[in-house]
Nanobody, 125 residues
Framework: QVQLVESGGGLVQAGGSLRLSCAASGRTSSSYVMGWFRQAPGKEREFVAG????????PYADFVKGRFTISRDNSKNTVYLQMNSLNVEDTAVYYC??????????????????WGQGTQVTVSS
């Protein structure tokens, strides 16, 4: 089992920045890739960004390219999402998730094995 705990959410004005963290514990291993998703009220959960174990693969959703950066510190079993130039449309609950296996399905919610509880990000105008 893998436990994921997100932190760093909050209220920020449009144009501001936040840094989310996701700490993993339990049976973590190098076969896990990590993803960040978000879900706004009344909408489906959507992929934001992902990162492989080495950090060599970091796909992003088009709507965050150039604004968000995903990174990881394997010594701390932690993944980060630096969010800059936030706008009102970024308001959502942000979740981190872990996927194990040799083939990665970055944007497929059903392929992720473990999820955190989510952290609220609210961007005011």
């Amino acid at each position: 089992q893998v436990q994921l705990v997100e932190s760093g959410g909050g209220l920020v004005q449009a144009g501001g920045s936040l840094r989310l963290s996701c700490a993993a514990s339990g049976r973590t291993s190098s076969s896990y890739v990590m993803g960040w998703f978000r879900q706004a009220p009344g909408k489906e959960r959507e992929f934001v960004a992902g990162i492989s174990w080495t950090g060599g693969s970091t796909p992003y959703a088009d709507f965050v390219k150039g604004r968000f950066t995903i990174s990881r510190d394997n010594s701390k079993n932690t993944v980060y999402l630096q969010m800059n130039s936030l706008n009102v449309e970024d308001t959502a609950v942000y979740y981190c998730a872990a996927q194990y296996g040799s083939t990665w399905y970055w944007g497929d919610v059903s392929k992720y094995n473990y999820w955190g509880q989510g952290t609220q990000v609210t961007v005011s105008s």
